[in-house]
């Protein structure tokens, strides 16, 4: 017979994170601004995308973006440079953001003029995927280069997301051992309601039916 108690301390961590994560959602939901959960591994094109959505969207909504990183404030200044609010949270050797950090930097950055932020979180297909930050949606952003396997090797990542972009479109040509159909059916295997947009940031291919996307959730979201 055991004479000692077990912790579970994750499970704790994740119990706790989720009631920070629904009470920063109910906070959102009172000021009609909409958090876009933004993922990705390193070098996807996140922040490329985000400046090419942005164009296309600044002038029908006020739109804020929250630049996660370890280190360096680039990021934020290439978003910056757009005219949009932007801020940067260095997590400081963090490979993911929290609920409760994300409502802390949400209250210094001041959102409840905006309409749509994006949280553009650290650069990880593993850490992200199991925190709730409070988003309104979650999105990733996956890049030919990295191969149409990726749901088989991080199948939480794309089981949480209400979107995923296949980036960097205009490189099939060369990475042609990619496949479109391969990787559909994979996301929806693991998540049969997630919307899925093949684009790439650097043409625009694909864009105005993600910034529909935005429109349209955006929309929604405040009429509620």
Known sequence: MKDFKVIEVKRSIFEDNNADADRLRAELKSEGTFLLNLMSSPGAGKTTTLKRTISMLKDEMKIGVMEADIDSDVDAQAISETGVRAIQIHT??????????????????????????????????VCPAEFDTGSTKNAMILSVPEGDDKPLKYPLMFSICDVVLINKCDTLSVFDDFSKEAVKERILKLNPNAKIFFV??????????????IRTEVSEYQKQ
Request: hydrophobic share 40%; with cysteine; net charge negative.
């Open 92 to 125: 400081g050797g963090m490979c993911h953001l929290d609920a409760d950090m994300t409502r802390q930097e949400i209250r210094e950055f001041g959102t409840e003029d905006l309409d749509f932020v994006v949280l553009e979180n650290v650069g990880n297909l």
């Open 200 to 213: 790439s940031a650097k043409t625009g291919e694909g864009f105005e039916e993600w910034a529909d996307w």
